[in-house]
């Protein structure tokens, strides 16, 4: 009998659901009862560089295990080379202090794909609300982690190219939506044809490759 319960891991999420390892998105405010990500969203680039010290301070604290979500909007928010040194700032402040990535990314793909180019990060990025299936190739070829969420539901590209996707490559969130990360996971293990417990251990050990400063038992209301 496996005595360990089952850990189903959420890694982006602005709404806290019961049932779930989840990274919630900080509001600037530490979260003391939750891991979190802490970051400057692009659509509020603008005036980063006034930004930047609390976000220091957020992303230093214990609970805080990843920057983000950073990144750039082509349909909302500042200038796009306003977003780029806000982005470009933060993925330094990843880099001094170990801290993975979650990436925000609307219609700017070529230009976050420059960016990992030319920076050369050590820590992992993570494409969130990942829901293009022509980016795939691209974002396999650059080693990011794809984060799916709750369109992998109903966006019929999205589960035909799922099975394209690494295993090791596999995260899951709910981010905005208040479909629970079970749906997602369950919707994932039946279109690749895995048991949900075979599809929460690849899972598992992604988030704890990628997620290094997570430690299990510190949030117990967040087990499962
Ligand atoms: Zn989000």
Redesign the pocket.
């Known amino acids: 009998m496996n005595i360990l319960a089952s850990m189903i891991f959420d890694v982006?999420?602005?709404i806290k659901q019961p049932g779930s390892f989840q990274i919630l998105?900080s509001n600037g405010a530490v979260l003391e009862d939750s891991f979190y990500s802490a970051g400057i969203?692009p659509w509020k680039a603008a005036n980063f560089k006034s930004k930047i010290n609390d976000l220091l301070k957020l992303a230093e604290h214990e609970n805080c295990i990843a920057i983000g979500?950073c990144g750039l909007d082509r349909q909302t928010g500042p200038a796009l080379g306003i977003q780029q040194e806000a982005l470009e700032a933060q993925l330094l402040l990843s880099e001094q202090l170990q801290l993975p990535v979650?990436i925000?990314c609307v219609r700017s793909f070529s230009e976050i794909v420059q960016v990992r180019k030319n920076l050369k990060p050590k820590q992992p990025w993570v494409f969130?609300?990942f829901n293009k299936s022509s980016l795939l190739d691209k974002l396999i070829s650059e080693d990011l982690m794809i984060s799916i969420g709750s369109s992998i539901l109903n966006n019929t590209s999205l589960q035909e190219c799922l099975n394209q996707i690494p295993n090791q490559n596999l995260l899951f969130?709910t981010?905005?939506s208040d479909i629970e990360i079970k749906a997602i996971y369950q919707k994932a293990a039946a279109l690749k044809e895995l048991t949900l417990q075979e599809l929460e251990s690849i899972v598992e050990q992604n988030f704890k490759r990628t997620f290094k400063k997570w430690t299990i038992g510190s949030k117990e209301q967040n087990c499962y």
């Open positions: 982006h999420s602005h998105q969203h979500e979650i925000h969130h609300g969130e981010d905005n």
